[in-house]
């Protein structure tokens, strides 16, 4: 198959926003793909090549500089050739080797395709098309249901070889038999809520527990064997003693437990994820300890079409209360928003919403647990914004927020956002920015710092990317301060008081 034929797929893919659409696209592209490149074509189209690693990051795929072929010629499986020769380049000498190597690859492509094969690199397509609209694909392409299509990636833990051995051989290559201790399952992700009382009365009768803000794992135990993996299905035992620690003295012969690792302080006060990750040898010695919720297989028998409630009763014979995650059962929207609110005084995240009939839903953020954290709203500044692709392409769209530095006089940026912008605000802003212009570098427009945005965030993380030392987490728009100026604008001082 030609790249070209996936390139414009993608294009596609980034200018529809309904679901139904993309999957309806992407299913006609792999009904017709060979089977020898189902792995390149479905890892291209979820935004990913399919080597773990290449070695190169922005700078080296931002010096190539080489005129596009004239016409389209390059096929997948030349693609996915030249990448591995690129990632198997090692040793002293490589980095030229690999620049090189990209080069020629780059020289056989035509515009669109080395935009697509940047974005593919690095990783940053952009192109709406991620494993849950491929899960759609897939079945559609397969005439299966796409629970069927989930349940066989969660069980192998890996989308990408499912569907290329489904799309070679067909829905009976799809997996019927149970999980694998060893094999690591993907993990059931949460929706987000406005309140706790607001996924009460949409889940009834549930159960609220505390959000740990830390290191998702997924433990393995059969006898005296014991593996620990990370959300994005990484094996890390070996960085995890005291979690290894823990399960060994479990009372059970085999089992898979779904957890998150946490660092508590002299107080009690959990370690914001953002520390845990940076404190030096906090992972590699035991002070990382595991805070179970869930229990997906326990001495044979699988439990992933279980329900909750069946489930978190399996889960409290298997492990002490000091090992499970603080939680209540309720269907009082009252009592959800105080126990909401205990678990934010007392230093965690906010809460997760979890409905007790859900069987587990591996990979994906399922109706059945709603997250809830407390949101905050600062007023900032915009300092520039870059140009959009896909279906955002001729607007300004990523924006560069900033705050006000009293002492300076000045701004501070914080990070950068594109969520939250409806295509009115797109149009309107991109207008407004280019009014007020004062420079450009490459994709950047900077801007007079005169227009104020409500900006609603999550947290304050430490941060050594930005001036003012800290980021904005999950920043996103929720409006324009028409009735303020810049120098009513929130200070970093303001900023730095969310820290924790």
Do not use: C
């Amino acid at each position: 198959m030609l790249l070209a034929e996936v390139v414009d797929v993608s294009r596609a893919v980034s200018e529809t926003s309904a679901r139904p659409e993309k999957t309806r696209i992407l299913a006609e592209l792999l009904i017709r793909i060979d089977p020898a490149e189902a792995s390149a074509v479905v890892s291209y189209l979820i935004g990913k090549p399919t080597q773990p690693k290449l070695g190169v990051g922005y700078a080296a795929v931002s010096a190539i500089d080489v005129a596009p072929a004239a016409r389209a010629a390059l096929e997948v499986s030349d693609v996915d050739r030249d990448l591995e020769e690129v990632a198997a380049a090692s040793g002293p000498g490589s980095i030229g080797e690999k620049a090189e190597l990209l080069t020629v690859l780059f020289a056989k492509a035509t515009a669109s395709e080395q935009s697509f094969l940047r974005g593919l690199i690095l990783k940053n397509l952009r192109q709406g098309a991620l494993e849950g609209v491929m899960a759609d694909s897939i079945a559609e392409a397969l005439e299966v249901s796409p629970q069927r299509i989930r349940r066989a990636a969660m069980l192998e833990g890996d989308l990408v070889a499912v569907a290329a051995r489904a799309l070679a051989e067909g829905p009976d290559a799809l997996r019927t038999v149970g999980i694998d201790l060893f094999t690591a399952v993907q993990p059931m992700l949460a929706k987000t809520a406005v309140s706790a009382a607001a996924a009460i009365e949409d889940l009834g009768r549930a159960v609220v527990e505390r959000k740990l803000d830390g290191l998702r794992v997924q433990v393995h135990r059969h006898g005296n064997r014991i593996a620990v993996y990370s959300r994005n299905l990484r094996d890390i035992t070996a960085e995890l003693p005291g979690v290894v620690e823990v399960a060994a003295m479990l009372d059970a012969e085999s089992f898979i437990l779904d957890g998150e690792g946490l660092v508590l302080d002299a107080d009690g006060v959990p370690l914001a994820f953002q520390d845990l990750m940076s404190r030096p040898g906090t992972i590699a010695d035991r002070t990382l300890r595991p805070y179970f919720f869930d229990i997906l297989h326990l001495d044979g028998d699988d439990l992933v079409d279980e329900t909750l409630e069946s489930r978190r009763a399996v889960l409290a014979d298997v492990i002490p209360n000091v090992s499970r995650v603080e939680s209540l059962v309720t269907s009082d929207p009252a009592a959800a928003e105080v126990f909401f609110e205990a678990a934010v005084t007392a230093g965690f995240e906010g809460v997760v919403v979890k409905d007790l009939g859900q069987t587990y839903e591996a990979g994906r953020r399922g109706s059945g647990w709603l997250k809830v954290k407390p949101t905050h709203t600062l007023d900032l500044v915009i300092l520039g914004a870059e140009w959009g692709s896909g279906r955002r392409k001729g607007w300004l769209s990523n924006l560069h927020l900033g705050a006000r530095d009293p002492n300076s006089g000045g701004f501070v940026m914080l990070g950068k956002t594109f969520k939250g912008l409806t295509d009115e605000l797109l149009e309107w802003q991109t207008t407004a920015f280019l009014d007020i212009e004062t420079s450009r570098d490459r994709q950047i427009v900077y801007v007079e710092p005169k227009i104020v945005y409500e900006v609603a965030f999550d947290g304050v993380q430490r941060s050594t990317r930005y001036p003012g030392g800290v980021a904005l987490r999950f920043a996103r728009v929720k409006g324009v301060r028409e009735d303020k100026s810049a120098t009513e604008a929130d200070t970093l001082e303001s900023v730095l008081s969310y820290l924790r």
